[in-house]
């Protein structure tokens, strides 16, 4: 079974620098990968996904995350974050067999501060 | 343009007791399913149905059952519920398999 693994819980960052948010999978079949993003008292919004094709994905707000088969991540990245950005960001992944059963990491907390 | 509306919002239930989480969405999706959101764990399944008449257990299914009534509508309940079972629910939905997920708002569930 799949497994995701976001080892910070939290990332503290000023505003208009740049972050990073990891993410490293474990699957033993092909996989599709995606960030989601939670504000505050809502539920999940997509940010953004891989399924196939070109290994770096954008989102229309400036996150991009490259799939990295090789190393099993799909870290998420933004080089200059606003404090809007201030959320919790779920990596999630789905393997590509069978109907899809998205397994979520435990978050990372972005602290956007001025 | 709702999406997917959950009520109630939230909810205090006393150990034992059972009530029913209502999840409907208004965009003609075939797939609905239910998460619980607990802190340091991210989202565990519950259910989900692929399709309208089937439902099936996710990761943490015991102490719930599922229910889907129509296209538009998938309830959670609890039959006798416990401490364990605090949490924040989400309920979800997408066009097909395959698709994005569409998250309603949550319902924050303490038991007491």
């Known amino acids: 079974a799949q497994s995701v693994t976001q080892l910070d819980s939290q990332v503290p960052v000023f505003e208009e620098a740049p972050v990073e948010l990891r993410c490293n999978y474990s699957?033993?079949?092909?996989?599709?990968l995606f960030w989601y993003v939670q504000y505050p008292n809502q539920g999940l919004q997509l940010l953004l996904k891989y399924l196939s094709g070109s290994t770096l994905v954008e989102s229309i707000n400036g996150f991009e995350a490259e799939f990295n088969k090789s190393q099993t991540s799909f870290h998420l990245r933004k080089p200059s974050v606003h404090i809007s950005d201030t959320a919790e960001y779920f990596c999630a992944v789905s393997e590509n067999t069978g109907f899809q059963k998205l397994v979520f990491g435990t978050g990372t907390r972005l602290l956007v501060s001025p | 343009n709702a999406g997917v509306t959950q009520t109630p919002k939230f909810q205090v239930l006393k150990t034992g007791q059972s009530m029913t989480l209502q999840c409907a969405q208004d965009m003609n999706h075939n797939s609905m399913y239910w998460y619980r959101q607990d802190p340091g764990m991210g989202l565990r399944l519950i259910y989900y149905s692929a399709s309208e008449g089937t439902t099936d257990k996710g990761e943490v299914p015991n102490g719930y059952n599922v229910s889907r009534l129509n296209k538009r509508e998938f309830s959670l309940r609890l039959e006798s519920a416990a401490p364990s079972q605090t949490s924040v629910y989400f309920c979800?939905?997408?066009?097909?398999?395959?698709?994005?997920?569409?998250f309603g708002n949550g319902t924050r569930l303490t038991v007491t």
């Open positions: 699957s033993s079949v092909s996989v599709y």
């Open positions: 979800a939905s997408s066009e097909r398999d395959r698709r994005p997920l569409h």
